[in-house]
């Protein structure tokens, strides 16, 4: 049984929406921005690791979907 789960991370600017049932592991976060997304570590996403603007071109270049986000500025 998979267990899908929904979670938020913020840093005030961007929102990053993770959707757990989505994610094919592709990585492409992780490649493109590990000071932000870290699978090794809890959470996995720090939103504190880099600009907004970095975070906002990493969770576009995600091919699941799994990660989308909400903006404040």
Not at 15 to 34: D, N, P, Q, R, Y
């Amino acid at each position: 049984m998979t267990r899908d789960v929904k979670k938020k991370y913020t840093n005030g600017e961007v929102t990053v929406i993770w959707e757990s049932a989505k994610c094919k592991h592709a990585a492409e976060c992780v490649k493109g921005l590990g000071t932000v997304f870290n699978t090794r570590k809890r959470p996995w996403i720090n939103m504190e690791g880099a600009n907004s603007e970095d975070v906002i071109n990493t969770v576009a270049k995600c091919p699941s979907g799994a990660l989308t986000m909400e903006t404040e500025i």
